[in-house]
Nanobody
Framework: QVPLVESGGDSVQAGGSLRLSCAAS????????MAWFRQGPGKEREWVAS???????YYGDSVKGRFTISKDNAKTTLALEMSSLKSEDSAMYYC???????????????????WGQGTQVTVSA
């Protein structure tokens, strides 16, 4: 069973908004630090944002001020509110998590143990 399941990906016009969600499967327990990564066509996977076990949030420079990450600890669900979308935001978005309250390298793929299969976001100019 896939540990994390993303949803909410869609095709939107530039300047629009979208909300992505990520839910942990019932077999994935104690997920504290969570993050969003994305990978555009022909590009390396890029860190987008993270939220640590105490609720502290961190953002990549390209999305700061436009995206908001949040987490419902009771349900172990993660959300990414995206606004002022640009064509360069088009990518497959992946949810990731681990069982640590705090993560040193919060923007590194290797810091996360659980991954989803991704949800596609396409932004048209």
């Amino acid at each position: 069973q896939v540990p994390l399941v993303e949803s909410g990906g869609d095709s939107v016009q530039a300047g629009g908004s979208l909300r992505l969600s990520c839910a942990a499967s019932r077999d994935t327990y104690s997920v504290y630090c969570m993050a969003w990564f994305r990978q555009g066509p022909g590009k390396e996977r890029e860190w987008v944002a993270s939220i640590s076990g105490d609720g502290s949030t961190y953002y990549g420079d390209s999305v700061k001020g436009r995206f908001t990450i949040s987490k419902d600890n009771a349900k172990t669900t993660l959300a990414l509110e995206m606004s002022s979308l640009k064509s360069e935001d088009s990518a497959m978005y992946y949810c990731a998590g681990n069982s640590r309250m705090f993560t040193k390298d919060i923007d590194a793929e290797t810091s996360y143990d659980y991954w989803g299969q991704g949800t596609q976001v396409t932004v048209s100019a």
